[in-house]
């Protein structure tokens, strides 16, 4: 099945090489604890298999890492992904795809929340403490969101990431506008 929104094949084919260089399990063993060819993983590792989110997920499984692992790039320090982007793997029996936004590093705390703005005066946050981050899916209207002296104009759908310990807004510039929060706590 075709990849919908160009999931990170080198990204991919990089962590299941250091993950399972990690593990000291072969490409046949790795193989066979997944359920799948020892062909379909050798091309997966080598950047030219085409994977379905089951095969990622057997692979994530028999890794015991979870399948974030295997398919986030490198974050940088604001990551936006406009809707339709990102790293998304199609399913081999539906029409779906999974679409990683983020994964949470190991001992981090999330609160979610359902952010809800006029256009007017902007949320203008100070400090969080020091290893915070914020996530914000915009889920209707606009916004601008993210560190204050650099903030993303975000449409429905579109994602970004950006540290909360520094000054940071959430601006709404369209009537009832609808965002989801995440806050990330180390």
Same mark, same amino acid.
């Given at each position: 099945? =075709?990849? *919908?929104?160009?999931? =990170?094949?080198?990204?991919?084919?990089?962590?299941?090489?250091?993950?399972?260089?990690?593990?000291?399990?072969?490409?046949?063993?790795?193989?066979?604890?997944?359920?799948?060819?020892?062909?379909?993983?050798?091309?997966? &590792?080598?950047?030219?298999?085409?994977?379905?989110?089951?095969?990622?997920?057997?692979? *994530?499984?028999?890794?015991?890492?979870?399948?974030?692992?295997?398919?986030?790039?490198?974050? @940088?320090?604001?990551? !936006?992904?406009?809707?339709? &982007?990102?790293?998304?793997?199609?399913?081999?029996?539906?029409? +779906?795809?999974?679409?990683?936004?983020?994964?949470? =590093?190991?001992? !981090?705390?999330? #609160?979610? +929340?359902?952010?809800?703005?006029? @256009?007017?005066?902007?949320?203008?946050? #100070? =400090?969080?403490?020091?290893?915070?981050?914020?996530?914000?899916?915009?889920?209707?209207?606009?916004?601008?969101?993210? !560190?204050?002296?650099?903030?993303?104009?975000?449409?429905?759908?579109?994602?970004?990431? +950006?540290?909360? #310990?520094? @000054?940071?807004?959430?601006?709404?510039?369209?009537?009832?506008?609808?965002?989801?929060? !995440?806050?990330?706590?180390?």
């Amino acid at each position: 099945m =075709p990849q *919908s929104g160009g999931a =990170p094949l080198d990204a991919i084919a990089a962590a299941l090489q250091r993950e399972r260089r990690r593990t000291g399990l072969t490409l046949t063993e790795l193989a066979r604890r997944a359920g799948i060819a020892k062909s379909t993983l050798s091309q997966l &590792e080598s950047g030219t298999g085409n994977p379905s989110v089951e095969t990622l997920w057997a692979l *994530s499984v028999a890794l015991d890492v979870p399948f974030s692992r295997l398919v986030e790039p490198a974050r @940088p320090r604001v990551h !936006v992904i406009r809707r339709g &982007e990102g790293p998304s793997v199609p399913s081999e029996h539906a029409e +779906y795809a999974a679409t990683l936004l983020a994964s949470a =590093p190991a001992h !981090v705390r999330r #609160d979610i +929340y359902l952010i809800t703005g006029q @256009p007017g005066t902007p949320r203008r946050s #100070d =400090p969080h403490a020091p290893g915070v981050v914020e996530h914000v899916v915009l889920s209707s209207g606009r916004a601008r969101a993210g !560190v204050a002296e650099e903030p993303v104009d975000l449409e429905p759908g579109d994602y970004v990431c +950006y540290p909360a #310990d520094v @000054p940071h807004v959430f601006d709404a510039l369209a009537p009832d506008t609808v965002a989801v929060l !995440v806050s990330e706590h180390p």
